[in-house]
């Protein structure tokens, strides 16, 4: 088990780890959510591009193959992304790792 220090629970090591998908001019937002995300539960593995990028793509992945976003075949600018607000869905994923 891991101590999560900011609010004293207990969570299992493998419900921390995410899996950020995204297209190499995504990786601003991309960035920012990791930072997010470790600030509000620390210890948590994010884990960019496992595989090969995607085309146009922004998808957050959690423990079980849980989606939290999924912005699949974006056409330029990436007006879906520039939408998205990046501090609610930190909020959204730290909420689910911890419960």
């Known amino acids: 088990m891991v101590l999560n220090t900011a609010d004293r629970t207990q969570l299992p090591p493998l419900a921390r780890n995410l899996t950020l998908h995204l297209h190499r ?3 601003h937002r991309a960035t920012k959510l ?8 620390p210890g948590t593995s994010v884990s960019v591009n ?3 990028p ?3 793509c922004f998808e957050v992945r ?3 193959g849980k989606t939290f976003v ?5 056409p330029r600018p990436f007006t879906k992304l520039k939408a998205l607000d990046v501090e609610a869905l930190a909020e959204e994923v730290v909420a689910a790792l911890k419960a």
């Open 50 to 52: 496992p595989d090969k």
């Open 34 to 41: 990791e930072k997010l995300i470790k600030e509000g539960a």
């Open 62 to 64: 959690g423990p079980g």
């Open 54 to 56: 995607r085309k146009g």
């Open 70 to 74: 999924s912005l699949l075949d974006m």
């Open 25 to 27: 001019h995504t990786l």
